[in-house]
């Protein structure tokens, strides 16, 4: 007897979370068929299906779908959400597209809050695996290979805002992506963690260089993705800054999929709850308490400054801007807003973005001059 054909399923980019969902699918026999790179292509495909308002994520995982549908996925796979965030309706109004499309039976779904368990359950009745022990062994490569993934891009950022030449950092991060890629089980993942740590350490750096500290807020989606947000970080680091992306997936797994018991420290939405007290009491979805928590953060910690992306029409981070001016009550952070959609145009951005980094270096500068002082009159 032959041997079933593994189905092909595929998932939307978002930053590097697609190598961490591809190990899982593999280890349940499940063929991960992974969309070509996001581009101007991707969204052209996808603007063509989507209603006019709607927000720049959607249209990126819609084109993602869309392509991937093209390349002979069997299903595509996405997240859904309750809570009080277009997240919650974009399940449903993909599902409509596809379905006069001819592709309605391509469409399945994992519910963003349902834990643990909700992850389970939706790769086990992808896969058809009923082995409990297979299932839960997927689902924990999947997440020690994301926090690994994470951990790297910090280190690539570091590394990325000291490169002597530019564009070595990004090369050397590239071959660190793919010795993570190529290892499936776990037992293999901290040996391969660190091939991928002195790959990225190969990069000849300044390291007297000044440089200054931004961490990156706003909608998860528009944090995670390159694309949507026009490579932010690489411009920056071209600039001689070092980013931190406030939202990471591996963050979200800590909060939304680790079973409490396993958790260790506060959790980035615990310390959101905590840190936004004072000026939002509340969830008003999306990542809006995240991102006036992650101001409040920065500025506790002293970071040279703060960026906010967030996409057009996204009502959570737009009340979550219009907080921001309350704030510089108790926060001196510069905080630089970006509102990005497929008409954002890239010279008036950068410019943007070049104006907000000499306005940094010109108050760490004043900084260190006032404090020089203050010891010279101490003396």
């Known amino acids: 007897m032959k041997n079933k054909k593994p189905i092909?399923?595929?998932f939307p980019h978002m930053g590097n979370v697609y190598i961490a969902w591809a190990v899982a699918l593999k280890k349940l026999g499940v063929e991960p068929l992974i969309p070509p790179k996001t581009s101007k292509k991707t969204l052209e495909l996808a603007t063509v299906h989507s209603p006019d308002s709607i927000c720049l994520p959607y249209k990126l995982v819609l084109g993602n779908f869309l392509q991937a549908l093209e390349n002979g996925a069997d299903y595509v796979a996405m997240i859904s959400s309750p809570g009080i965030c277009r997240l919650g309706e974009y399940g449903q109004s993909i599902k409509n597209i596809l379905k006069d499309m001819g592709c309605e039976d391509k469409y399945t779904e994992l519910q963003l809050y349902d834990g643990f368990k909700g992850m389970y359950r939706f790769l086990k009745e992808l896969s058809g695996v009923n082995n409990p022990i297979t299932v839960i062994r997927a689902i924990n490569m999947a997440v020690r290979k994301m926090f690994v993934l994470d951990r790297i891009e910090n280190l690539f950022s570091y590394y990325r805002a000291r490169e002597i030449v530019i564009g070595t950092a990004e090369k050397h991060y590239n071959k660190a992506l793919s010795i993570i890629k190529d290892v499936e089980k776990t037992s293999q993942l901290k040996q391969a963690e660190k091939k991928a740590t002195d790959e990225i350490k190969k990069t000849e750096i300044d390291k007297n260089r000044d440089v200054l500290n931004v961490d990156i807020t706003g909608e998860i989606f528009l944090v995670q993705d390159p694309f949507s947000n026009q490579n932010i970080e690489k411009e920056l680091g071209r600039m001689g800054v070092q980013t931190r992306r406030s939202l990471t997936?591996?963050?979200?797994?800590?909060?939304?999929?680790?079973?409490?018991?396993?958790?260790?420290?506060?959790?980035?939405?615990e310390r959101a709850h905590r840190m936004a007290k004072p000026y939002l009491m509340r969830d008003i979805g999306g990542d809006a308490l995240e991102?006036?928590?992650?101001?409040?953060?920065?500025?506790?910690?002293?970071?040279?400054?703060?960026?906010?992306?967030?996409?057009?029409?996204?009502?959570?981070?737009?009340?979550?801007?219009?907080?921001?001016?309350?704030?510089r009550e108790n926060c001196e952070i510069p905080i630089l807003t970006l509102i990005l959609d497929e008409q954002t145009g890239r010279a008036g951005y950068i410019t943007r973005l070049e104006a907000f980094v000499d306005l940094m270096r010109r108050r760490k500068l004043y900084k260190r001059k006032k404090e020089q002082q203050k010891q010279t009159v101490n003396i």
Request: aromatic letters at 8%; hydrophobic letters at 45%; a neutral charge.
């Open 291 to 327: 991102s006036v928590s992650d101001v409040a953060f920065a500025n506790e910690k002293g970071t040279d400054g703060i960026i906010h992306v967030s996409p057009f029409t996204c009502m959570p981070e737009i009340m979550s801007q219009n907080i921001f001016p309350t704030m």
């Open 249 to 269: 997936i591996s963050g979200f797994i800590k909060d939304a999929i680790i079973p409490k018991a396993f958790k260790k420290g506060e959790t980035h939405l």
């Open 8 to 10: 092909k399923v595929a």
